[in-house]
């Protein structure tokens, strides 16, 4: 049977490793769907009924930004999951994305 689009989001998901980052465009992008890091997006919304648990904590926007920080209980958890990872974050931002930066086409 065919994986759907957002069970291979959330097996690539998985694979972040703690204290590491990657961005909705780049996990698109590996999975062939360049244009798609919306619907990447969109299936991190719904990650958090996904079992086994998806660390979509570790996906962020290509600036490095928490943008999808509203999808969990609160505002804070995203930013609070990280940190306990080892990340830096400030104002809404992963400090030296770049070099944290988990790129599936790059690491797999």
């Known amino acids: 049977m065919e994986q759907s689009f957002y069970d291979q989001v959330f097996e690539l998901v998985r694979l972040i490793p703690k204290g590491r980052v990657s961005s909705y465009g780049a996990i698109a ?5 360049g244009g798609s890091a919306r619907m990447v997006g969109y299936a991190m919304s ?3 009924a ?3 648990p998806i660390p979509a ?5 290509s600036s490095g ?3 999808g920080k509203f999808h969990f209980k609160t505002p804070e958890l995203m930013q609070e999951l990280l940190e306990a990872e080892g990340i830096k974050v400030k104002n809404d931002k992963v400090q030296n994305f770049k ?4 790129d ?3 690491e797999l």
């Open 104 to 106: 599936p086409l790059l």
């Open 29 to 33: 992008k590996s999975l062939g769907a």
């Open 65 to 67: 930004l928490l943008t």
């Open 99 to 102: 070099s944290l930066l988990w």
């Open 50 to 52: 996904a079992h086994p």
């Open 46 to 48: 719904n990650a958090g």
């Open 57 to 61: 904590h570790r996906v962020v926007n």
